[in-house]
């Protein structure tokens, strides 16, 4: 079952992309993207605005990779079995 690792990832990423484009001011996208220095911008990309398109998905990545580490310590641990 190392595939659950993946579908939890995934899952709370789209999720999280969600979130953070109806709330693009969703912690700690914002900082990261201060962190690179990069202008803001209106261009849209797919009708959404770039910067909270690139916020939107830091944010995925970040929490995806927080849960699925979440389930794997509680994996290996033996606290839940998939």
């Known amino acids: 079952m190392k595939g659950v690792g ?4 995934l899952t709370v990423f789209f999720a999280t992309l969600l979130a953070t484009l109806a709330y693009s001011s969703m912690p ?3 900082s990261l993207y201060d962190l690179l220095g990069v202008p803001t911008t209106d261009y849209p ?8 398109l690139v916020i939107a998905i830091f944010n995925g990545v970040f929490y995806g990779i927080i849960a699925w580490l979440a389930y794997t310590v509680l994996n290996k641990t033996g606290i839940i079995k998939a």
């Open 6 to 9: 993946a579908i939890i990832f």
């Open 28 to 30: 700690p996208g914002p």
């Open 45 to 52: 990309v797919l009708g959404i605005q770039a910067t909270t």
